[in-house]
T-cell receptor
Framework: AQSVTQLDSHVSVSEGTPVLLRCNYS??????LFWYVQHPNKGLQLLLK??????LVKGINGFEAEFKKSETSFHLTKPSAHMSDAAEYFC??????????????FGAGTRLAVHP | KAGVTQTPRYLIKTRGQQVTLSCSPI?????VSWYQQTPGQGLQFLFE???????NKGNFPGRFSGRQFSNSRSEMNVSTLELGDSALYLC??????????????FGEGSRLTVL
């Protein structure tokens, strides 16, 4: 079975400093992994996805994530935080063909706070 | 191109009532999935419809049901509402075809409060 664990429920950074949101996954095969972001009272927006191509994935708004199979990790980073990055971030795995591509499994979320 | 549209955005019901939520996917998307988001359980998969057929189902009781119409619009219904059904219900649509990898496009959700 697939699962994701987000290692921090809350992360607080200052504007202009780097962001690191950590995610570990569990999967019996090469997974499809995603990061989604949810701003207050909004739906979810896809930030980036990994689908067994390049291990370093670039997304929108300057975010990127690196797939590390040896560490079963898919951490999300951004070099310089902006106030508008304050939101909740979800690490997500797709079960794939056998389990249903769209039956996504979400991590518990990491709430990112950005301070001036 | 219009995004995923969910109606109503907010609603309040009392225990025992039923509710119907509607979702219009992005034009050309044939798959519609529903998720429940609560503070305690997080985001959980309810079900997925493709070409008017339920393709996948999550671990929810039979009080939760859905359907999809020929124009890909979908509805979900919750009968005999319980307090624990209070949640944000999110609908998501996706393109289907070779290379589908589970990338979903979400609506803003319908926030249900059960009193």
């Amino acid at each position: 079975a697939q699962s994701v664990t987000q290692l921090d429920s809350h992360v607080s950074v200052s504007e202009g400093t780097p962001v690191l949101l950590r995610c570990n996954y569990s999967s019996s095969y090469s997974p499809s992994l995603f990061w989604y972001v949810q701003h207050p009272n909004k739906g979810l927006q896809l930030l980036l996805k990994y689908t067994s191509a390049a291990t370093l994935v670039k997304g929108i708004n300057g975010f990127e994530a690196e797939f590390k199979k040896s560490e079963t990790s898919f951490h999300l980073t951004k070099p310089s935080a902006h106030m508008s990055d304050a939101a909740e971030y979800f690490c997500v795995v797709s079960p794939g063909f056998s389990g249903g591509y769209n039956k996504l499994i979400f991590g518990a979320g990491t709430r990112l706070a950005v301070h001036p | 191109k219009a995004g995923v549209t969910q109606t109503p955005r907010y609603l309040i019901k009392t225990r025992g009532q039923q509710v119907t939520l509607s979702c219009s996917p992005i034009s050309g998307h044939r798959s519609v999935s529903w998720y429940q988001q609560t503070p305690g359980q997080g985001l959980q998969f309810l079900f997925e419809y493709f070409s008017e057929t339920q393709r996948n189902k999550g671990n929810f009781p039979g009080r939760f049901s859905g359907r999809q119409f020929s124009n890909s619009r979908s509805e979900m219904n919750v009968s005999t509402l319980e307090l624990g059904d209070s949640a944000l219900y999110l609908c998501a649509s996706s393109i289907q075809g070779a290379g589908n990898t589970g990338e979903l496009f979400f609506g803003e959700g319908s926030r249900l409060t059960v009193l």
